[in-house]
DNA sequence: TGCCTAAACAAGCAAGCGCTTGGGCACAGC
DNA sequence: GCTGTGCCCAAGCGCTTGCTTGTTTAGGCA
């Protein structure tokens, strides 16, 4: 163990961004909340941002190595979403500030340079949804007038989606995989 | 007509919130959009506060107005469903500007007591749904296994999410809608 | 012409921002 | 006992924030 107080301050920011917001939250607050001051931060980071920097990219690091995984694991293109969709939602948990950070100012750091790998992750991730559901209209197990690039998008982002639900009333976060995949393959009607 | 600049300070206030967040976008940028000095903003405004209440509290009003209208349209839930969504469709693209708001910035929003009426509105929409949903499967339409509040809660933030794409690959808002409807009622498989 | 008002400008205030600086304290190895 | 190093504090710098202030400008009307 390098440095807990490190990992520490990690955490604590990527609470307070996911809450906050990444630019509304301040480096005092940050500071606060790990017992110190704003100034002594600067001895474990060059800046605010890289702080976020190391939140967004050990998340996406574990993201893409779930779908590699899925890839990898079966033949049949409905099994590797459903795999998807069932490690994606541990995965998911145990990144929610990360996640929640990138739905909430993606138009911020979308724009800036440091962060440009967040574009080119999120693009294999595209390639790797739009793989399988054209693999699957192709082997007749999903719909043939199935729009893959429009049911990608709609996907992806609600799968990205309850992670900010409390699911209070009598939900689990298992409940909302099963729910999900429901409602993915079957859709509401009887 | 009143006051068109007062009206055109509220149309690029949004459109500068949505781009970039309502904290992060400053009271000078507003103005310069408006080809005006910041001082002069407060002529027309209270507060940059009451600019974001003017944008958020004329959505809700157009929502809930198709929300209570698809109601009353019909008896079957699976048709008043399918209203909520098409007509829920244009005027969502209205307020394109006030829903990435309130999706981005909704921590922020829903912490300010001025901002108070959002949850009461999201509320109502909330019953809307549930009501419906739960209605359709009393009579046998929907599953009787669907979870209705996930369902709720999955389906809405489904609808609200596809505002912000920039269908580029020839997919029309149209388009959209009719995958979503697709989805929702019979999944994606064969 | 003289007056009134809406709407803009020019300037700046207090507060808060990310970050830097200089120094102090505890504890390690010699 | 002395010194080096890791970690932190206290203070504050330069800049930006939302908003305020006093003044100027343009146009309608008696």
Redesign the pocket.
Known sequence: M??Q??ADVVRLAGELFAQKGF?????????EA????????????????SIGDELLSAFLADVLADYRSAVSASEDPARVLELIVRSGSRTLARHRAALTMLQNDWNYFSTQPRFSYLRKDLREIEAIWIAQLERGKQAGVFRPDLNVRLTYRLLRDMLWLPINWRHGSGSSADDVVEAFLRLLFDGISR
């Open positions: 390098r440095s107080r490190r630019r509304a939250t301040t480096v005092r607050e940050i500071a790990a017992g110190i001051l704003s100034g002594s931060l600067y001895h474990h980071f060059d800046s605010k941002e």
